[in-house]
């Protein structure tokens, strides 16, 4: 597709839940990026691929968050044991090769009760 | 590290005021990207213009327009004429070429706008 599209729009959780979201990166595109928006509006980056590769998972918190991009599947992001301040906007954008993302998903807005 | 810094954390105008937006930025990168982006109350996140650093020809598109001046490692937006509907979140963005180009974000300005 010509967008990046993530899945659910929204998503409730009670904490200690499991917490699963979906992003499909633009047709072509090789590069996945994964960000976190907190109510303070400051975006946190989480974790990169190239293809189905790990580029850069710096950003990720080691427990608890995992990640995949499998070929011919959107890409994943799951939160295991969801806690409270797990509470937040996912984006995920897409890029080609070398290039910085332009466009980013319309977010998965989760709640954790 | 790459850095964007947005000190105005929100700012409050009268619809058709003009209203600047500032970024300042570090990089240790001498090819690297700029960006705004706009997040509407609704929530989305709607991209404006990115710039490469090494064209610091200012832009114009309608009411906006960009400076950007490496010199002052500045990208300040401008909204000529503002309108209600501009009351938004705006983001500046740099580009981290090591790390595969991912986005550092600055904390953003609150552009309030009103009738």
């Known amino acids: 597709g010509e967008e990046v599209a993530q899945t659910p729009k929204h998503l409730v959780r009670g904490e200690g839940q499991k917490a699963k979201l979906y992003c499909a990166p633009i047709k072509g595109h090789s590069y996945v990026f994964w960000y976190q928006q907190v109510l303070k509006n400051e975006f946190k980056f989480l974790i990169s691929?190239?293809?189905?590769?790990?580029?850069?998972e710096t950003g990720m918190p080691k427990e608890r968050f995992s990640a995949k991009c499998l070929p011919n599947s959107p890409c994943s992001l799951e939160i295991q044991a969801t806690k409270l301040e797990d509470s937040a906007v996912y984006f995920c954008?897409?890029?080609?090769?070398?290039?910085?993302?332009?466009?980013f998903g319309n977010g998965t807005r989760l709640t954790v009760t | 590290a790459q850095k964007v810094t947005q000190a105005q954390t929100e700012i409050s105008v009268v619809e058709k005021e003009d209203v600047t937006l500032d970024c300042v930025y570090e990089t240790r990168d001498t090819t690297y990207y700029l960006f705004w982006y706009k997040q509407p109350p609704s929530g989305e996140l709607v991209f404006l213009i990115r710039r490469n650093s090494f064209d610091e020809q200012n832009e114009i598109s309608g009411r906006y327009s960009w400076n950007f001046q490496k010199s002052t490692s500045s990208f300040n937006f401008t909204i000529t004429a503002s309108q209600v509907v501009d009351s938004a979140v705006y983001f500046c963005a740099l580009s981290d070429l090591e790390y595969g180009n991912k986005l550092v974000f600055g904390a953003g300005t609150i552009l309030r706008v009103k009738s």
């Open positions: 954008a897409s890029s080609q090769t070398g290039d910085p993302p332009l466009h």
């Open positions: 691929f190239q293809n189905e590769n790990v580029f850069d």
